[in-house]
C-alpha cells in the first residue's frame, strides 16, 4: 500500500453540532496522521469556486449557500489507501444509504447536509488540498 493524503473537511451542520471532537477522534482511530488542519468561514463565492465542479448540477445552488452558512474544518489526512479510507469512513452521500458507524449514517441528517466531504480521487484530492492549504506538498 502506498501512503497517500487526501483532503478532508467538516461541514457547517456538523460544526454547528458540536461535532468536531468526536470527528477528529474518529479519523485518529481510522489511523490517519492529520497533516494540516484550520476551521475557516467560506464566502459564497469560496464555496462556488470549491464546488465548481458541480455548478451544472441542480443542487449547486443550495449546496454552496449551505457550505457559506457557517464554519467549516478543513484538513488534509495521509495514511495508506487515505483517499478510499476516508470515503470509506465517511460512508455513502446519502445517509439514507450509508453503511453502519459510518461518520454520515451516525451524524448526518440529509444528502445536502452530510456533515462531511472527502476527496473522490488524486486529481481532486490534490486539487482541493491546493485550493485550502495553498503550497502543501501533495506527497
Ligand atoms: P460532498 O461529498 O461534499 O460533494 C458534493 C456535495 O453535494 C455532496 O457531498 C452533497 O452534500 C451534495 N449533494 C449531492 N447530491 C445532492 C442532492 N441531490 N441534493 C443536495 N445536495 C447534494
Redesign the pocket.
Known amino acids: 500500500m502506498t501512503v497517500e493524503r487526501t483532503y478532508a473537511?467538516i461541514?457547517p451542520d456538523a460544526v454547528k453540532r458540536k461535532l468536531i471532537g468526536k470527528i477528529v477522534d474518529r479519523i485518529e482511530a481510522e489511523g490517519f496522521t492529520i497533516v494540516a488542519m484550520r476551521k475557516h468561514c467560506f464566502s459564497l463565492k469560496e464555496a462556488q469556486g470549491f464546488?465548481f465542479v458541480?455548478r451544472a448540477?441542480?443542487?449547486y445552488p443550495?449546496?454552496t449557500e449551505f457550505m457559506s452558512s457557517g464554519p467549516i474544518v478543513a484538513l488534509v489526512l495521509e495514511r495508506d489507501n487515505a483517499i478510499a479510507h476516508w470515503r470509506d469512513t465517511m460512508g455513502a452521500?446519502?445517509p439514507a444509504n450509508a453503511a453502519p458507524n459510518t461518520l454520515r449514517k451516525l451524524h448526518a441528517a440529509?444528502?445536502?447536509?452530510?456533515c462531511?466531504?472527502?476527496s473522490?480521487a488524486p486529481d481532486t484530492a490534490a486539487q482541493e488540498m491546493g485550493f485550502m492549504f495553498p503550497g502543501i506538498s501533495l506527497l
Do not use: A, C, Q, W
Not at 440529509?110 to 452530510?114: A, D, L, P, T
Open positions: 473537511m461541514k464546488y458541480h448540477r441542480p443542487f443550495e449546496l452521500t446519502n440529509s444528502i445536502g447536509e452530510n462531511v466531504h472527502g473522490d
